[in-house]
């Protein structure tokens, strides 16, 4: 069982930086792969970025070059740094917990409940 908390959302004006924390329990943390998904204002959920337990990562292509997914396994903590955001960014991010770097959120077994990140234009 892993029990996923993020923090770090907030308001910031569009080009601007933040970075997401997702702290877990468990004792099997650095055997997971860990990945960000999020979901804007009546839109499904999607993928952002995800790591693997090698630390391989695998970005969605509308992110990549701004988004850094990073874990650290001593503090059972994954973290999203993001900048140059953008209005389109804007969403309820969530990180989540499960099995092989993959996009599709059936895999992932365990999930946060969110934390809001809103870009102003």
């Known amino acids: 069982q892993v029990q996923l908390v993020e923090s770090g959302g907030g308001l910031v004006q569009a080009g601007g930086s933040l970075r997401l924390s997702c702290a877990a329990s468990?004792?099997?943390?650095?055997?997971?792969?860990l990945g960000w998904f999020r979901q804007p204002p009546g839109k499904e959920r999607e993928f952002v970025a995800a790591?693997?337990?090698?630390?391989?990562?695998y970005y969605a292509v509308s992110v990549r070059g701004r988004f850094t997914i990073s874990r650290d396994n001593a503090e059972n903590t994954v973290y999203l740094q993001m900048i140059s955001l953008k209005a389109e960014d804007t969403a309820v991010y969530y990180c989540a917990a499960g099995i092989g770097l993959t996009r599709y959120r059936s895999n992932y077994a365990y999930w946060g409940q969110g934390t809001q990140v809103t870009v102003s234009s």
């Open positions: 790591i693997d337990s090698d630390g391989i990562t």
């Open positions: 468990g004792r099997t943390f650095s055997t997971y792969a």
